[in-house]
T-cell receptor, first 114, second 114 residues
Framework: ETGVTQSPTHLIKTRGQQVTLRCSSQSGHNTVSWYQQALGQGPQFIFQYYREEENGRGNFPPRFSGLQFPNYSSELNVNALELDDSALYLC?????????????FGPGTRLLVL | AQSVAQPEDQVNVAEGNPLTVKCTYSVSGNPYLFWYVQYPNRGLQFLLKYITGDNLVKGSYGFEAEFNKSQTSFHLKKPSALVSDSALYFCAVRDDTGRRALTFGSGTRLQVQP
């Protein structure tokens, strides 16, 4: 198991609502990335945070936003939820001495939008 | 832009037999390649990576992968499959834009029969 934790594990929302997902990075890791994994597909990159700044974004609309805190933990916020937002949301952390290339993933949050 | 192809949706192998899960990639510049495994209702677990050096990379749980630059392939192998290896396997390539995000393939389901 990695040291990356995510909460909650499961979440049910209705269309139009807003949701916040949380991630604690592995100790010593300063970079957090978020991925969306729809059913039957590979994960897709949403965005990445380094030292509290967003420094990379995938092909996701602005209603997907995030934060990173001084302890490197992170939040993913999704506004105006749509049915297609139903997915497993994965957080990954990397970094530390030497700026490690390997991303270590948390267990994910499964979001269902009704 | 970078891309990864996993041509097989599913691979079936008998326990004790060797297994291969195929991956080809496209990226500008030097490839940074990864294999992850996903068990049901779990996040992604890192297996191994190729950044530079020997073309045969050894990883966790007895897995290894062979990097072939001329064929742009990074196939995952194991000499003797276990039933417990049954899972979903993802190949990924690091972003070539500097974001260092991962682009994943669509995944290959490995089924090891007793």
């Amino acid at each position: 198991e990695t040291g990356v934790t995510q909460s909650p594990t499961h979440l049910i929302k209705t269309r139009g609502q807003q949701v916040t997902l949380r991630c604690s990075s592995q100790s010593g890791h300063n970079t957090v990335s978020w991925y969306q994994q729809a059913l039957g597909q590979g994960p897709q990159f949403i965005f990445q945070y380094y030292r509290e700044e967003e420094n990379g974004r995938g092909n996701f609309p602005p209603r997907f936003s995030g934060l990173q805190f001084p302890n490197y933990s992170s939040e993913l916020n999704v506004n105006a939820l749509e049915l297609d937002d139903s997915a497993l949301y994965l957080c990954a952390s990397r970094g530390g001495a030497g700026g490690g290339e390997t991303q270590y993933f948390g267990p994910g949050t499964r979001l269902l939008v009704l | 832009a970078q891309s990864v192809a996993q041509p097989e949706d599913q691979v079936n192998v008998a326990e004790g037999n060797p297994l291969t899960v195929k991956c080809t990639y496209s990226v500008s510049g030097n490839p940074y390649l990864f294999w992850y495994v996903q068990y049901p209702n779990r996040g992604l677990q890192f297996l191994l990576k190729y950044i530079t050096g020997d073309n045969l990379v050894k990883g966790s749980y007895g897995f290894e992968a062979e990097f072939n630059k001329s064929q742009t392939s990074f196939h995952l192998k194991k000499p003797s499959a276990l039933v417990s290896d049954s899972a979903l396997y993802f190949c990924a390539v690091r972003d070539d834009t500097g974001r260092r995000a991962l682009t994943f393939g669509s995944g290959t389901r490995l089924q090891v029969q007793p």
